[in-house]
């Protein structure tokens, strides 16, 4: 699979593609991906979304990706990496919780953005990002970095609506680091145990627990079960995989183990959950 690299702090591309198939790869940066215009499908880490135009997509490091393209669609690209991230244009106040949130937009499939209203915000700045790569005015570049700083903010806030509701950034910094360990490791089931994470981060597998829940507000245990969970709901609605291979994916013993725990936390069995095809 091919691997994208970024050579600078942020690039911006326009494409115009009625290819049937853009081929899947990751990246080493993040991506923003903005439809203008087209339908197919979005595949992103096995997942599958249907697109349209308004549609904005979250990549993150490592995501494997690629777009079935159905009718000929136009893309905006807007890649970015660590540099731009940690860059005095966003604020060194915000930079922790920019890369946190960040980094929790991992193994979501679909539009990043949750609510009418900031698709209707984000739309006219895309338009405005154009205008201004094309036209190449006074301070145009300044006011492109400004505008993707405000994306960024606004992506950032969509993501944050799905956090635990105690975590934010005032959060203590050794907190937030745990739970985007658990996120990177969520598929390696011997890295996310309490003996693992304290040994990972220096703190006493006793204490781990209550620390946990001190910042995040619920038990580590949880945490991990109900982003698993989550993640079952998204493979459940986006993929093709069988209950079995989710099973296998996200480590839990059998399919009578995810049974239970489906339609004990979200009231139906996961087979019954990818009939209704709803959240």
């Not at 209203?117 to 700045?125: E, R």
Request: charged content about 25%; aromatic content about 10%; hydrophobic content about 35%.
């Amino acid at each position: 699979m091919k691997r994208e690299n970024l050579h600078q702090p942020f690039e911006i591309s326009f494409s115009e593609l009625d290819e049937s198939l853009l081929k899947e790869h990751d990246h080493t940066f993040f991506e923003l991906v903005y439809i203008l215009s087209g339908t197919g499908i979005q595949w992103i880490n096995n997942n599958k979304f249907s697109y349209h135009d308004g549609h904005l997509f979250m990549l993150t490091p490592g995501d494997s990706h690629s777009f079935d393209i159905h009718t000929t669609t136009k893309f905006v690209n807007i890649k970015f990496n660590d540099i731009y991230i940690h860059s005095a244009v966003l604020g060194a106040e915000n930079i922790h919780r920019l890369e946190f949130i960040l980094q929790h937009a991992n193994h979501q499939p679909g539009c990043i953005l949750r609510n009418k209203t900031d698709k209707l915000l984000v739309k006219p700045m895309i338009e405005a990002i154009i205008r201004e790569y094309i036209n190449k005015k006074l301070y145009s570049k300044e006011i492109i970095a400004q505008l993707i700083n405000t994306i960024i903010i606004v992506v950032a806030r969509n993501i944050a609506m799905f956090l635990p509701e105690q975590v934010d950034e005032c959060s203590e910094e050794k907190a937030l680091d745990i739970l985007q360990y658990i996120q990177t490791h969520i598929y390696q089931s011997d890295k996310i145990k309490a003996k693992a994470i304290s040994q990972q981060f220096g703190i006493s597998e006793s204490y781990l627990g209550r620390y946990f829940k001190k910042h995040t507000n619920e038990t580590m245990q949880q945490y991990i079960l109900n982003y698993k969970l989550k993640l079952v709901e998204n493979r459940l609605l986006h993929s093709q995989m069988r209950i079995s291979e989710i099973v296998t994916e996200l480590g839990f013993t059998d399919e009578s183990h995810l049974n239970k725990l489906f339609k004990k936390y979200r009231g139906c069995s996961p087979s019954n959950f990818r009939k209704k095809g709803t959240v």
